[in-house]
């Protein structure tokens, strides 16, 4: 070998390597002479797949044959566009088999190394092993959440800039519904196969939750981000076919910039969902390209967000209650009130609930931080129950946390450990849960509703499916959005469908409140549509546990 690709070659490619391999944490090194087509490969990776050796010829053929062979046809298009000189580099993702014959996912990310005539020279670079194939998703074959996490915290470490996407289809259970869950696993593997066709050599695609999938490029901006995404959503929603039929697909998108390294990874990935959630509820599909920027122009949000998240982390340090009284339609008198979240700290002050809960409820911290709130609210209001033993204690909860398992134990461990009456507590969801499992979801209630936990659903009327979802869960109360309330002194046509609302609640079983009431003509006018409850700002506006008690307790 030294022979023939001499010494001095040879001398410079160890020197390479060493350096390389340095920097490169976690990961196989591997250094290709393409003058030569001779590599040093890391001998753990020599070790763990059962290559040769540590120095080969041609290793690119040796290492294809490794390579699942679902994954082979665009390993070998890469390989032969950098040798040719029409790519610079590969970032990719493939299955290759290990020396007992398992497949484990790697990602491999390398690039050229030119010489002082500007012509290919050296290719260097990378190959991180995700570990056995039972890791992956099943169906995809793609890496799944944990594996995106490992991914990010390496490019972390490195401090590594790097660009994220999150691509997904809204209501694809109706798909299942409709056509059954084998047809729906083939149009899975027509989206997997369109996405790895946008995104082939350019990033690694995971797939973290249902039909949503992530794209980690350090090649892509997000304007080319952008431009691919469009053409993309176009052959979905458009083009994609399964036995003769068309699918109807909504695709949404969320994008944002992978470089705040002092920040949590976490973090940073609820700010993507924060993102996507907007594509999906305001962007009618467009891409949402998440800007770090508060709105004063003081601090960035994701700064924010991951004060906030260390601030859960540390026993919900900061974090306190305050409460808005419900109070009767037709006597005023104090009937509940509803538990709202505040954060406060010496750096940012007090921080309102709008700039960071849409955020921070989309993280699996905020089942810590929703537990602290259950328990919190239940010990401050309980001496309400002396005085006013019909009082309902409203506590709003996430879609997070109902997807939680130990959602329902939760609940009752906190009920048991309080002493708080089952009777007097509601739970407040929103129709953003409808993209629970509807049996679930009906569990959940049932199982609540049989030691007298009472449930609202929030935001009636605002969101296109609140009449069936009213049908289906049947809750106890319906809370009117404000939006219904603003104008409704000019315009009778909000009382007239205020009363029809308030109408189809009963027919449900349902109780009706009204939120947003700011003015005595507001609330004079709702008094004759037959609600049951008003709460806003007529009444009071949200306030700390002791400025409830001073106005409302032993009156």
Same mark, same amino acid.
């Given at each position: 070998?030294?022979?023939e690709?001499?010494k001095e070659r040879k001398?410079i490619?160890?020197k390479?390597y *060493?350096?390389?391999e340095?920097?490169?944490?976690?990961?196989?090194?591997?250094l290709c002479?393409?003058?030569?087509?001779?590599?040093?490969?890391?001998e753990e990776?020599v070790?763990? !797949?059962?290559?040769?050796?540590k120095?080969m010829y041609?290793?690119?053929?040796?290492?294809?044959e490794?390579?699942h062979?679902e994954?082979? /046809?665009?390993?070998?298009?890469?390989?032969?566009?950098? !040798?040719s000189?029409?790519?610079?580099?590969h970032?990719?993702?493939y299955? /290759?088999m290990d020396r007992?014959?398992?497949?484990?996912?790697c990602?491999?990310?390398?690039t050229?190394?030119?010489d002082?005539?500007?012509?290919?020279?050296?290719f260097v670079g990378s190959?991180r092993? *995700?570990g056995?194939v039972n890791?992956?998703?099943?169906? &995809?074959?793609?890496q799944?959440q944990y594996g995106?996490?490992q991914?990010?915290?390496v490019?972390?470490?490195?401090?590594?800039k790097?660009?994220i996407m999150?691509?997904g289809?809204?209501?694809f259970? &109706?798909?299942?519904e409709?056509?059954?869950?084998?047809?729906g696993?083939?149009?899975i593997?027509k989206?997997?196969q369109?996405l790895k066709?946008?995104?082939?050599?350019v990033g690694v695609?995971y797939?973290?939750d249902?039909?949503? !999938?992530?794209?980690?490029?350090?090649t892509l901006?997000?304007?080319e981000?952008?431009?691919?995404?469009?053409i993309l959503?176009?052959e979905?929603?458009?083009?994609?076919?399964?036995d003769?039929y068309?699918?109807?697909l909504?695709v949404? /998108?969320s994008?944002?910039?992978?470089?705040?390294?002092?920040?949590n990874?976490?973090?940073?990935?609820?700010?993507?969902?924060?993102a996507y959630?907007?594509s $999906?509820?305001? =962007?009618?599909?467009e891409? *949402?390209?998440?800007?770090d920027?508060?709105?004063?122009?003081?601090?960035?949000?994701?700064t924010?967000v991951?004060?906030?998240?260390?601030?859960?982390e540390?026993?919900?340090r900061g974090?306190?209650?305050?409460y +808005?009284p419900i109070i009767d339609?037709? &006597?005023?008198?104090?009937? =509940?009130?509803e538990?709202?979240?505040?954060?406060?700290s010496?750096e940012?002050?007090m921080v309102?609930?709008?700039?960071f809960?849409?955020?921070?409820?989309?993280d699996?911290?905020?089942?810590?931080?929703?537990?602290w709130?259950?328990?919190?609210?239940?010990e401050?209001i309980k001496p309400?129950? $002396?005085?006013?033993?019909?009082?309902v204690?409203?506590v709003?909860v996430?879609?997070?946390?109902?997807?939680?398992?130990s959602f329902v134990?939760?609940?009752?461990?906190n009920?048991?450990?309080?002493g708080y009456p089952?009777e007097n507590?509601?739970?407040?969801i929103?129709?953003r849960?409808?993209?629970?499992?509807i049996?679930?979801?009906?569990?959940?209630?049932?199982e609540l *509703?049989?030691? =007298?936990?009472r449930?609202?659903l929030?935001?009636?009327?605002?969101?296109?499916?609140?009449l069936?979802i009213?049908?289906?869960? $049947? #809750?106890d109360?319906?809370k009117?959005?404000k939006v219904f309330?603003?104008h409704? &002194?000019?315009?009778?046509?909000?009382?007239?469908l205020l009363?029809?609302m308030?109408?189809f /609640?009963?027919i449900?079983?349902? $109780?009706?409140c009204v939120?947003?009431?700011e003015? +005595?003509?507001?609330?004079?006018?709702i008094e004759q #549509?037959?609600?049951?409850s008003?709460? =806003?700002?007529?009444f009071?506006?949200?306030i700390?546990i002791?400025?409830?008690?001073a106005q !409302?307790? #032993?009156q």
């Open positions: 070998m030294e022979n690709m001499g001398v490619l160890d390479l *060493h350096a390389f340095i920097v490169a944490e976690g990961s196989y090194v591997y002479d393409m003058k030569y087509d001779y590599s040093r490969w890391s990776a070790q763990y !797949f059962g290559l040769p050796g120095y041609h290793a690119g053929d040796i290492w294809e490794h390579i062979p994954d082979q /046809a665009s390993y070998h298009e890469s390989i032969e566009a950098i !040798f000189g029409k790519d610079l580099g970032d990719m993702q299955r /290759a007992e014959g398992r497949y484990v996912v990602t491999c990310q390398g050229v190394l030119w002082k005539d500007e012509k290919p020279d050296y190959i092993n *995700h056995l890791s992956l998703d099943s169906l &995809t074959g793609f799944n995106l996490f991914h990010l915290n490019l972390y470490s490195k401090r590594e790097a660009n999150m691509i289809i809204g209501h259970s &109706t798909v299942n409709m056509w059954g869950y084998d047809f696993n083939i149009v593997h989206l997997v369109r066709e946008a995104f082939q050599n695609l797939r973290v249902g039909v949503k !999938f992530v794209l980690l490029s350090r901006s997000l304007e981000l952008s431009k691919r995404y469009e959503r176009k979905i929603s458009e083009k994609l076919e399964v003769g068309h699918p109807s909504q949404y /998108a994008a944002m910039e992978v470089k705040a390294f002092e920040v990874p976490q973090a940073m990935y609820s700010c993507l969902e924060y959630n907007l $999906k509820e305001k =962007g009618n599909g891409l *949402h390209i998440f800007r920027q508060i709105d004063e122009g003081r601090d960035n949000l994701l924010l991951n004060v906030v998240r260390k601030s859960v540390d026993h919900c974090f306190l209650l305050y +808005q339609a037709n &006597t005023h008198k104090l009937r =509940g009130a538990a709202l979240l505040r954060w406060q010496a940012y002050g309102p609930p709008g700039k809960i849409p955020i921070i409820e989309n699996p911290i905020f089942v810590r931080l929703g537990e709130i259950f328990r919190r609210a239940m401050e309400c129950l $002396k005085e006013y033993p019909e009082f204690l409203n709003n996430s879609y997070v946390q109902l997807r939680q398992d134990a939760m609940v009752k461990k009920l048991d450990s309080t089952p507590l509601c739970i407040e929103t129709e849960c409808k993209l629970i499992d049996n679930r979801l009906l569990g959940i209630l049932s *509703h049989a030691i =007298g936990v449930f609202a929030d935001d009636f009327g605002t969101g296109y499916s609140s069936n009213l049908n289906q869960l $049947k #809750c109360v319906v009117i959005d309330v603003d409704i &002194t000019e315009e009778t046509k909000n009382a007239e009363s029809v308030s109408h /609640a009963e449900c079983g349902s $109780k009706v939120e947003g009431v003015t +005595q003509e507001q609330c004079e006018i #549509c037959g609600v049951d008003i709460q =806003g700002y007529y009071s506006r949200p700390p002791e400025s409830f008690f !409302f307790m #032993c």
